[in-house]
Every structure is written in structure tokens, then in C-alpha cells.
């Protein structure tokens, strides 16, 4: 093989690690998926994994999923001629750098309304208007580099709010101190920032075969200030839903509806960035992903083609359930000829049944999906309602492509929202940090009524109402792609074919292996609405910020990708409690009773946090930072005799590995300074 190579290229071109809070040094980690469909298991003790692994160590600490990534060699036809590892290489090196840029960011204000005026921690290296020269608020372990068989974790750990010492913030931020609680909006308080030090962002590792594993950090957030400033959202207490209007702009992005995504002083150990290999083969031949390289050890320059790119994100709660839209339909719908099906027949299950099943997957994780609410009893998706579409007698005349089922595949897809002027691309601005401009009128009233009913890019559509905003994309739509194959389903010109199998990626022929690994570490990722995300903010939506298909453009900065999602993550994780992504961070929990066919419904976000207050059904975002690794998985009910329990057509889900902890009051509860006043908010993330 060796003189057929003409380059290497390392898979998957975006790989996603989740955060964990595990330490166990046998069992803290598990691989992601690696084949398209496949969840894969995350290993001992025993527990409710697909092989009977648990998602918990020892100690009933939250599992990390790491990513593999492997290097492949392609010819001059770029056509992929196999994996190289340690079997085929005298050695591989692997590079990687990444970077947390979200404090030194600007400010998210949602697609539609950015400013690159505004900017998180605007007092602090606010004098420059480029991130990434915003150096005290990075976290940056620097290039790193291991060598095959270096199975030891190397960490990544960089310092964060350097060099800072005391500063101003407004008077009105939710202040851990019962002194400063009166959310004045005429105070400034003084407040001292101490250093963040040697916070870990991820580890790297070789396995036997000279693949590079990235393990995600292990899920730390904390405020760097005294007095402490809690998660909060300022503007449901001040002159909801916006805030105060100031004279000095400097600071509204701290304390409008987006302040949650914003909140100054605090950090969280998430990342993104390159992911780089050079190998020297059996031969003595040197090959790279980098520019400029002729030997193990030079540095060279980033080719996008070639390299790969990280980020880390929360956790999963629903391994085996997918979101409507995902990374991977974006990067199709931005890069349709890297779709291999492209120009071939609609088919029914490879096309069509995904979305259906996922609709039906809500019915357990969402209370509106799962018909539980009294305005969608009997319309929603649960196992018993009329939308369960995968019922035996649905599903028999869904994937009829006769004239005889045309009035029911036309009904539901006329249920379907179009996708606002054609794609999500085509409504948003310039990419940032060009500012936003006008925004695309929407046509909010006509569009509520229509599927999937979660909520888009432009934000909560009550909260736009009550802002005057009538911005595009305030429900989710699905992709161009999708949408032209649920048409085609529609009007008959589909054939019905087969089930899909599910494979692990040994058994893809070589050629295929690079676009499974590239499909499978972003199917079971969000893909809308991006208000921010949780893997990826909107800018995976445009083109012009990518080399191709799964690869983040040249010139890209370690963490800047990254760097728009929320800081930290656990606001806008707790925000997200509704109509958002249940798939991903369930609203609601089931128990199933299979004697009777009975189901029973609970909160996912429930129990006490560290102080022993009830984890809060309107103000749980300082408490996130508590429960998140504390929280119960939603996993497919097993059948005796192998595979799952089924009622009518549908998957049976249930809550499981849930930490006991969250259940009763500690026992020594930390003191509340400065309690967070509860009320009824519309803002949401």
C-alpha cells in the first residue's frame, strides 16, 4: 500500500467528546459511536448499557465519552486505500491544540441580533475587539504532542482571568452576598477576581493501534469572583424580559434576556480545536496532515482538508435517541455532494422512517410529545396517541408507495414546516463577526401550528413577541434535503426498501469507513435551534467557514468555533427545559408498567442541590452546576430473550442510573447567602 499513498486524512473530520465527572482511572471513559446508528456501550461495572455496561463508575460518577479518531490513507484518486496504524507505520504523532475561548468571546445576542461591539467580560481586555488577543480569559494548554504507544493520559490544562485583580460589574447581577441583593441598577459593585489555575479542558492518549483518543474534561464550572456571582438570568427580575436600558452599553449583554449565555467571572472546561497526525511509514516515508512536514516533530502549518477538529459538549442523557436535525444533516444540507445517496430514489427506510421514528422518541422525553399535557392528548406521539407513527397499521400504510396511502403520507407532510427562505442559511446574516443587520422579516402567527413544534434559531417565539422581535426561524424546521425527500414520500415517488442494519465499522468496506466515522460522531448531535446549541453554535451553517464537508475552514482559531456557545454551559443547559432538545437533555421521565401498558411521568430536573433546596421548577441554573452528572439516563427497557421492549411499534424508555444523592436533602446543607427569587419566566435558551 505504501506507494499508492499520496496523502493521509484523519477521521472523523469533527469529532464530539462529552464531559463527565468520573476519575475512575480504569473505567472514567468510554469510546463515542463510530459507525452510523451505533450506541455504543459504555463499559464496566454492570449497569443498563446495550452490553450491560454502566454510564456510571464505581463511585456513581458520570462517565466521559471520549473520541477515537484514526489516521487513513488515500491515493492519487482520493480514494481511501485504508487505516494506517501501528501495522503498517514505523510510528504516528499525533498534535493537537484546543482551546475555552468563551470568556474572552463576544457576547451571544442569537444570530439574528449579533453585535461584535459586545463582548462577555467587557471589563477585562475589553480595549480590543478580537477574542483571541483577549489572552487573560483564554484557556490555552498550548500545542501538544504524543506518540504511538504513549497509552498514558497527557492533560490539557491551561489558566484562566489572569492578571485581572479588582473590577466593576452592575449592581444588578445575582451577587452570592445578602448585602448586594437589591439589583440596584444605579450600583456598580467592586469585585476581585482570583485566577483560575491549571483548569484541565481534556486529555489525550494513543491506544495499541496508534489512534489518538481525546477525553473530554471533567465538567467543572466555577465563578471567579468576591463576591460570587450566581447562574441567574438578571432581566426575569429587572424589567423582564430585557433588562434595563443603559446609558453605558458596555455591560447590557450581561443582564438582557441573553445574560444566562454571558454571565461574567465564571468559566467551564469545554473545548474545541485541531486535531493533527504525521506518520513515518515502514519505508521510511514521511506523511502529514500539516503543511511543511519532513519529519516527526516539525511543526508545520494546518491543512483544513487533511486534519480533523474536537469540541467537547454535555452529556448525552438519551444515547439511543436522535434530534429531528442533526451536525451531520447540516453538513449535508451546506454540502450536498458529500451525500453518496445524492441523485438516488427516495427510500422509504433509509430516508423517511428516521424522522418518523425520531418524532416518536419525543413521546418520551417531552411532555408535549408524549401527549401528557391536556392540549395535546390524543395528538402527540406516545406510544397510545394518534401520532405514534409507528404503530403496525401507520407504519403499514406510511411505507405504501401506492395511490391507495397517498392521502395519509400528503397529510403528514403537510404537517411539515418549510424550511424559511429555503434553508436556515439563507435567512442569516453575514458571518460574525460581521455585525447582523436588518434581519429577515417572519411570518410568526403562520407557522406555530406546523412540525416538528420545537423552537429555532431565532429564539422562543412568546419571549420575540414580548420584544417586539419578528425574526426568522422561531421554530425549527428541518433540512432542504429532508423536506425534498418527505415530498417526494409524499407524492408516491419512493420505494419502500428495507430496514437499515446497523454495523460496526469493521464490516464497511474500506472506501466507506472515513464517511461512516465522519457521520457517526455527529448524528447524535443538535442540529437546530442553534440559541446557542450544545455542540456547535449556527456556524456550522455556513459554508464559507468550512474546507468541506466535515472539515472546519484553514485559519480557523483553536476554541473560536466553540467559543459562541453559552458560558457556561450549565445556563443555557438548565434554559432549555422546554421545547428545545429533549433528545439530548430530557423535560420529562417515564415509568412503564408492562403488566398493564401503563406509563407514569416525572421531571428529569428533580431532587435537592448542595444547599438542600429542591432542584427548582423556574430558577435552576446556578443549581445545574450541582446536579447535571447527577442526573438519570433515558435508556431503551430490555426484554427478556434479547432486544426491547416494544408497545405499539415504539421503543419503551425509562429513566435509569439516576444518583440516589439528588433524592433527599444532604445531610449538612450548605447555608443560602442570597436565595434567587422564583418566578414564572418565559425566557428560555
Same mark, same amino acid.
Given at each position: 500500500?505504501?506507494?499508492?499513498?499520496?496523502?493521509?486524512?484523519?477521521?472523523?473530520?469533527?469529532?464530539?467528546?462529552?464531559?463527565?465527572?468520573?476519575?475512575?482511572?480504569?473505567t472514567?471513559y468510554?469510546?463515542?459511536?463510530?459507525?452510523?446508528?451505533?450506541v455504543?456501550?459504555p463499559?464496566?461495572p454492570?449497569?443498563?448499557?446495550?452490553?450491560?455496561?454502566?454510564?456510571?463508575?464505581?463511585?456513581?460518577?458520570?462517565?466521559?465519552q471520549?473520541?477515537?479518531?484514526?489516521?487513513?490513507?488515500?491515493?492519487?484518486?482520493?480514494?481511501c486505500?485504508?487505516?494506517?496504524?501501528?501495522?503498517?507505520?514505523?510510528?504516528?504523532?499525533?498534535?493537537?491544540?484546543?482551546?475555552?475561548? @468563551?470568556?474572552?468571546?463576544?457576547?451571544?445576542?442569537?444570530?439574528?441580533?449579533?453585535?461584535?461591539?459586545?463582548?462577555?467580560?467587557?471589563n477585562?481586555?475589553?480595549?480590543?475587539?478580537?477574542p483571541?488577543?483577549r489572552?487573560?480569559?483564554?484557556?490555552?494548554?498550548?500545542?501538544q504532542?504524543?506518540?504511538?504507544?504513549?497509552?498514558?493520559?497527557l492533560?490539557?490544562?491551561?489558566?484562566?482571568?489572569?492578571?485581572?485583580?479588582?473590577?466593576?460589574?452592575?449592581?444588578y447581577?445575582? =451577587?452570592?452576598?445578602?448585602?448586594?441583593?437589591t439589583?440596584?441598577?444605579?450600583?456598580f459593585?467592586?469585585?476581585?477576581?482570583?485566577?483560575?489555575?491549571?483548569?484541565?479542558?481534556?486529555?489525550? @492518549?494513543?491506544?495499541?493501534?496508534?489512534?489518538l483518543?481525546?477525553?473530554?474534561?471533567?465538567g467543572?464550572?466555577?465563578?471567579?469572583?468576591?463576591?460570587?456571582?450566581?447562574?441567574?438570568?438578571?432581566?426575569?427580575?429587572?424589567?423582564?424580559?430585557?433588562?434595563?436600558?443603559?446609558?453605558?452599553?458596555?455591560?447590557?449583554?450581561?443582564?438582557?434576556?441573553?445574560?444566562?449565555?454571558?454571565v461574567p467571572?465564571?468559566?467551564?472546561?469545554?473545548?474545541g480545536?485541531?486535531?493533527?497526525?504525521?506518520?513515518?511509514? @515502514?519505508?521510511g516515508?514521511?506523511?502529514?496532515?500539516?503543511?511543511?512536514?519532513?519529519?516527526?516533530?516539525?511543526?508545520?502549518?494546518?491543512?483544513?482538508?487533511?486534519? %480533523?477538529?474536537?469540541?467537547?459538549?454535555?452529556?448525552?442523557?438519551?444515547?439511543?435517541?436522535?434530534?429531528?436535525?442533526?451536525?451531520?444533516?447540516?453538513?449535508?444540507?451546506?454540502?450536498?455532494?458529500?451525500?453518496?445517496?445524492?441523485?438516488?430514489?427516495?427510500?422509504?427506510?433509509?430516508?423517511?422512517?428516521?424522522?418518523?421514528?425520531r418524532?416518536?422518541?419525543?413521546g418520551?422525553?417531552?411532555?408535549?410529545?408524549?401527549?401528557?399535557?391536556?392540549?395535546?392528548r390524543?395528538?402527540?406521539?406516545?406510544?397510545?396517541?394518534?401520532?405514534?407513527?409507528?404503530?403496525?397499521?401507520?407504519?403499514?400504510?406510511?411505507?405504501?408507495?401506492?395511490?391507495?396511502?397517498?392521502?395519509? #403520507?400528503?397529510?403528514? =407532510?403537510?404537517?411539515m414546516?418549510?424550511?424559511?427562505?429555503?434553508?436556515?442559511?439563507?435567512?442569516?446574516?453575514?458571518?460574525?463577526?460581521a455585525p447582523?443587520?436588518?434581519?429577515?422579516?417572519?411570518?410568526?402567527?403562520?407557522r406555530g401550528?406546523?412540525?416538528? @413544534?420545537?423552537?429555532?434559531?431565532?429564539?422562543?417565539?412568546?419571549?420575540?413577541?414580548?420584544?417586539?422581535?419578528?425574526?426568522p426561524?422561531?421554530y425549527?424546521?428541518?433540512? #432542504?434535503?429532508?423536506?425534498?425527500?418527505?415530498r417526494?414520500?409524499?407524492?408516491?415517488?419512493?420505494?419502500?426498501?428495507?430496514?437499515?442494519?446497523?454495523?460496526?465499522?469493521?464490516? =464497511?468496506?474500506?472506501?466507506?469507513?472515513?464517511?461512516?466515522?465522519?457521520?457517526a460522531?455527529?448524528?447524535?448531535?443538535?442540529?437546530g435551534?442553534?440559541?446557542?446549541?450544545?455542540?456547535?453554535?449556527?456556524?456550522?451553517?455556513?459554508?464559507?467557514?468550512?474546507?468541506?464537508a466535515f #472539515?472546519?475552514?484553514?485559519?480557523?482559531?483553536?476554541?473560536?468555533?466553540?467559543? =459562541?456557545?453559552?458560558?457556561?454551559?450549565?445556563?443555557?443547559?438548565?434554559?432549555?427545559?422546554?421545547?428545545w432538545?429533549?433528545?439530548?437533555?430530557?423535560?420529562?421521565?417515564?415509568?412503564?408498567?408492562q403488566?398493564?401498558?401503563? #406509563?407514569?411521568y416525572?421531571?428529569?430536573f428533580?431532587?435537592?442541590?448542595?444547599?438542600g433546596?429542591?432542584?427548582?421548577?423556574?430558577?435552576?441554573?446556578?443549581?445545574?452546576?450541582? %446536579?447535571?452528572?447527577?442526573?438519570?439516563?433515558?435508556?431503551?427497557?430490555?426484554?427478556?430473550?434479547?432486544?426491547?421492549?416494544?408497545?405499539?411499534?415504539?421503543?419503551?424508555?425509562?429513566?435509569?442510573?439516576?444518583?440516589?444523592?439528588?433524592?433527599?436533602?444532604?445531610?449538612?446543607p450548605?447555608?443560602?447567602?442570597?436565595?434567587?427569587?422564583?418566578?414564572?419566566?418565559d425566557?428560555?435558551?
Amino acid at each position: 500500500m505504501n506507494g499508492d499513498i499520496t496523502r493521509i486524512r484523519v477521521h472523523p473530520g469533527i469529532g464530539i467528546a462529552r464531559l463527565g465527572d468520573s476519575e475512575d482511572p480504569e473505567t472514567k471513559y468510554f469510546i463515542g459511536p463510530e459507525a452510523p446508528g451505533a450506541v455504543p456501550d459504555p463499559g464496566p461495572p454492570e449497569g443498563p448499557g446495550p452490553e450491560g455496561g454502566s454510564y456510571r463508575d464505581a463511585e456513581m460518577r458520570l462517565k466521559r465519552q471520549a473520541q477515537r479518531f484514526r489516521v487513513y490513507a488515500y491515493d492519487a484518486n482520493d480514494t481511501c486505500i485504508g487505516e494506517l496504524t501501528t501495522a503498517e507505520c514505523e510510528s504516528i504523532s499525533w498534535r493537537v491544540h484546543v482551546r475555552n475561548m @468563551k470568556a474572552a468571546n463576544y457576547a451571544f445576542q442569537g444570530a439574528y441580533l449579533f453585535d461584535p461591539t459586545q463582548l462577555r467580560n467587557p471589563n477585562i481586555q475589553g480595549d480590543t475587539a478580537d477574542p483571541i488577543d483577549r489572552t487573560d480569559l483564554i484557556i490555552d494548554p498550548g500545542p501538544q504532542t504524543i506518540d504511538q504507544g504513549q497509552s498514558e493520559e497527557l492533560r490539557l490544562a491551561g489558566d484562566v482571568f489572569t492578571n485581572v485583580g479588582e473590577s466593576q460589574l452592575p449592581g444588578y447581577l445575582d =451577587y452570592d452576598d445578602p448585602e448586594l441583593c437589591t439589583r440596584d441598577p444605579a450600583q456598580f459593585v467592586t469585585v476581585t477576581y482570583t485566577p483560575a489555575t491549571d483548569v484541565e479542558i481534556g486529555r489525550i @492518549k494513543a491506544d495499541d493501534a496508534g489512534r489518538l483518543i481525546f477525553i473530554a474534561g471533567p465538567g467543572k464550572a466555577d465563578c471567579v469572583t468576591t463576591p460570587r456571582i450566581k447562574l441567574s438570568n438578571p432581566s426575569e427580575h429587572f424589567e423582564a424580559p430585557n433588562g434595563p436600558t443603559l446609558e453605558d452599553r458596555r455591560y447590557q449583554p450581561l443582564v438582557n434576556q441573553f445574560a444566562y449565555f454571558n454571565v461574567p467571572g465564571w468559566w467551564d472546561d469545554t473545548c474545541g480545536g485541531e486535531i493533527d497526525a504525521t506518520v513515518v511509514l @515502514k519505508d521510511g516515508t514521511v506523511l502529514s496532515t500539516r503543511d511543511g512536514v519532513t519529519a516527526p516533530g516539525d511543526a508545520g502549518t494546518r491543512n483544513a482538508e487533511n486534519g %480533523a477538529w474536537v469540541v467537547t459538549a454535555p452529556p448525552k442523557y438519551a444515547p439511543y435517541m436522535y434530534h429531528v436535525v442533526s451536525i451531520k444533516d447540516r453538513v449535508l444540507e451546506a454540502f450536498p455532494e458529500a451525500d453518496p445517496t445524492r441523485g438516488q430514489p427516495t427510500d422509504f427506510y433509509r430516508d423517511v422512517y428516521p424522522i418518523l421514528s425520531r418524532a416518536v422518541n419525543y413521546g418520551w422525553v417531552s411532555a408535549e410529545a408524549a401527549g401528557v399535557t391536556p392540549a395535546n392528548r390524543n395528538l402527540a406521539h406516545g406510544p397510545k396517541q394518534a401520532g405514534n407513527l409507528l404503530s403496525e397499521a401507520n407504519l403499514a400504510v406510511l411505507s405504501d408507495p401506492s395511490e391507495a396511502a397517498r392521502f395519509a #403520507r400528503s397529510q403528514i =407532510y403537510r404537517l411539515m414546516r418549510d424550511a424559511e427562505g429555503g434553508s436556515l442559511r439563507a435567512t442569516l446574516p453575514d458571518p460574525p463577526p460581521a455585525p447582523a443587520g436588518p434581519p429577515v422579516q417572519a411570518r410568526r402567527g403562520a407557522r406555530g401550528n406546523k412540525m416538528p @413544534k420545537l423552537w429555532g434559531t431565532g429564539g422562543k417565539p412568546l419571549q420575540n413577541a414580548q420584544l417586539g422581535n419578528n425574526l426568522p426561524n422561531q421554530y425549527l424546521s428541518l433540512t #432542504r434535503n429532508d423536506l425534498d425527500r418527505l415530498r417526494d414520500w409524499a407524492e408516491g415517488n419512493f420505494e419502500t426498501g428495507a430496514p437499515v442494519p446497523v454495523q460496526p465499522l469493521a464490516d =464497511y468496506p474500506v472506501a466507506e469507513q472515513p464517511f461512516a466515522l465522519d457521520c457517526a460522531a455527529v448524528e447524535p448531535t443538535i442540529g437546530g435551534g442553534f440559541h446557542p446549541g450544545i455542540e456547535f453554535p449556527y456556524l456550522i451553517c455556513y459554508p464559507e467557514l468550512f474546507a468541506g464537508a466535515f #472539515r472546519v475552514a484553514q485559519g480557523t482559531e483553536p476554541g473560536s468555533v466553540a467559543a =459562541y456557545m453559552s458560558s457556561p454551559w450549565q445556563g443555557d443547559y438548565w434554559s432549555c427545559n422546554t421545547a428545545w432538545w429533549p433528545v439530548q437533555r430530557p423535560e420529562i421521565v417515564f415509568t412503564y408498567d408492562q403488566s398493564d401498558g401503563s #406509563r407514569s411521568y416525572r421531571e428529569w430536573f428533580r431532587g435537592y442541590d448542595s444547599h438542600g433546596q429542591p432542584l427548582s421548577g423556574s430558577d435552576g441554573y446556578d443549581q445545574m452546576v450541582y %446536579a447535571w452528572p447527577k442526573l438519570g439516563m433515558v435508556l431503551p427497557v430490555k426484554a427478556e430473550g434479547g432486544g426491547f421492549v416494544m408497545q405499539n411499534g415504539s421503543v419503551v424508555y425509562e429513566e435509569f442510573e439516576r444518583d440516589p444523592s439528588l433524592n433527599a436533602p444532604p445531610e449538612n446543607p450548605k447555608p443560602v447567602a442570597c436565595p434567587t427569587e422564583l418566578a414564572e419566566t418565559d425566557d428560555d435558551a
